[in-house]
């Protein structure tokens, strides 16, 4: 499993979470951060550090944030 970024982020974008991740797998992309899902090894560090609460382990996505999780993967071509 991996985190997914939600849509708090989108306009924020605090770097809080790339400072924490402890294998650098969080990227900017563009109006948003996305954590590459093959490389994220489900720490959670980045959980606490997010100033608008917009990370979530990907079984916890609230209901309204699901497409995230398809964009999230499809950003990676995973």
């Known amino acids: 499993m991996t985190h997914i970024i939600t849509s708090p982020c989108i306009g924020t974008k605090d770097a809080s979470c790339t400072e924490v991740c402890p ?7 563009g ?9 994220c090894i489900d720490c959670g560090a ?5 100033p ?10 609230p209901a309204e944030e699901t497409p995230f999780i398809a964009r999230n993967y499809e ?3 995973v």
């Open 23 to 29: 294998v650098e797998c969080i990227y900017d992309a």
């Open 75 to 77: 950003f990676f071509g």
């Open 46 to 50: 980045c959980v606490p550090a997010c």
């Open 31 to 39: 109006e948003m951060y996305l954590i590459h899902p093959d490389e």
């Open 52 to 61: 608008v609460s917009a990370i979530f382990p990907e079984e916890d996505v």
